[in-house]
T-cell receptor
Framework: AQSVAQPEDQVNVAEGNPLTVKCTYSVSGNPYLFWYVQYPNRGLQFLLK??????LVKGSYGFEAEFNKSQTSFHLKKPSALVSDSALYFC???????????????FGRGTQLTVWP | EAEVAQSPRYKITEKSQAVAFWCDPI?????LYWYRQILGQGPELLVQFQDESVVDDSQLPKDRFSAERLKGVDSTLKIQPAELGDSAMYLC???????????FGPGTRLTVT
């Protein structure tokens, strides 16, 4: 079965410190992995994706994520957090159904990141 | 920068009434998605279109929900009759076939009283 786990409901970090938001997935085959951010009463904004290639991918606003196939993880990271990074972060995995080029996206429950001054 | 448009942004309706949401995807995006996001959870796919055809509606409650994309561009999601449990954020997204990332609209916050 396809699933995405975000083990932390909340992550709190001081401004200027590095941040990590964790994500693990369970899916067969080679997944596409994504991170999105959501601000209050807004839609989701795409941050970055992993499809193939280098395990460290860089995205918007200084975020990056590391794909680890052996640990089935795709943790989101930023070297120096900003107060404006405070938001809800979602990890998502796309699984390509057999015989189809169209795959549905499965989202985690989200992690609320709070960066305090 | 092109964006996905949705309207209305907020909708309050009484249970048993009909409600409709509209979405205009990014120009050129053949794939359109409708998601429902319950507070405290991630979005869940309701229906996916490729051009004007439905390719995945396995999670759509078809007894009360319907979706159409008649000309393969904008789309409408309808609920009739609305129930209290339908209160949620309804998100529309669009994408190219490749690259696969989806771009989301601002959503419609539905409250059923």
């Amino acid at each position: 079965a396809q699933s995405v786990a975000q083990p932390e409901d909340q992550v709190n970090v001081a401004e200027g410190n590095p941040l990590t938001v964790k994500c693990t997935y369970s899916v067969s085959g080679n997944p596409y992995l994504f991170w999105y951010v959501q601000y209050p009463n807004r839609g989701l904004q795409f941050l970055l994706k992993y499809i193939t290639g280098d395990n460290l991918v860089k995205g918007s606003y200084g975020f990056e994520a590391e794909f680890n196939k052996s640990q089935t993880s795709f943790h989101l990271k930023k070297p120096s957090a900003l107060v404006s990074d405070s938001a809800l972060y979602f990890c998502a995995v796309r699984y390509l159904d057999r015989g189809s080029t169209l795959g549905r996206l499965y989202f985690g429950r989200g992690t609320q990141l709070t960066v305090w001054p | 920068e092109a964006e996905v448009a949705q309207s209305p942004r907020y909708k309050i309706t009484e249970k048993s009434q009909a409600v409709a949401f509209w979405c205009d995807p990014i120009s050129g995006h053949a794939t359109l998605y409708w998601y429902r996001q319950i507070l405290g959870q991630g979005p869940e796919l309701l229906v996916q279109f490729q051009d004007e055809s439905v390719v995945d509606d396995s999670q759509l409650p078809k007894d009360r929900f319907s979706a159409e994309r008649l000309k393969g561009v904008d789309s409408t999601l309808k609920i009739q009759p609305a129930e209290l449990g339908d209160s949620a954020m309804y998100l529309c997204a669009s994408s190219l076939v490749y690259p696969p990332e989806q771009y989301f609209g601002p959503g419609t916050r539905l409250t059923v009283t």
